[in-house]
């Protein structure tokens, strides 16, 4: 059975950092695609960064290009999020979620998610 459970949400301040993690379990990274997706009040989900399981290749929604970064522990099956300099327009549910393919950014593609992780940055 997959299964994704995320972490490390908070209350931050502009400016601050935080790092969420998802633990996988039920399947290996090589086979699936992973990634962040974040849904904020009254807005739709959007993806915010991947790992090709194909070549390994990391991918970044333009809002937060310079300022995330994804990386995965494949012997702990774990993928992480760093988040540095945190805006008030990151605040969101934050969602791991992995698809039986290529990655894609569109949320439809995926098949498992985790429960998400609240990230609230204030001003």
């Known amino acids: 059975e997959v299964q994704l459970v995320e972490s490390g949400g908070g209350l931050v301040q502009a400016g601050g950092s935080l790092r969420l993690s998802c633990a996988a379990s039920g399947f290996t990274f090589d086979d699936y695609a992973i990634g962040w997706f974040r849904q904020a009040p009254g807005k739709e989900r959007e993806g915010v960064s991947f790992?090709?399981?194909?070549?390994?290749?990391?991918y970044y929604a333009d809002s937060v290009k310079g300022r995330f970064t994804i990386s995965s522990d494949n012997a702990k099956n774990t993928l992480y999020l760093q988040m540095n300099n945190l805006k008030p327009e990151d605040t969101a549910v934050y969602y791991c979620?992995?698809?039986?393919?290529?990655?894609?950014?569109?949320?439809?593609?995926?098949?498992?998610w985790g429960q998400g992780t609240q990230v609230t940055v204030s001003s």
């Open positions: 979620a992995c698809a039986a393919g290529t990655w894609s950014k569109f949320p439809v593609v995926y098949d498992y």
């Open positions: 790992i090709s399981n194909i070549d390994s290749r990391t």
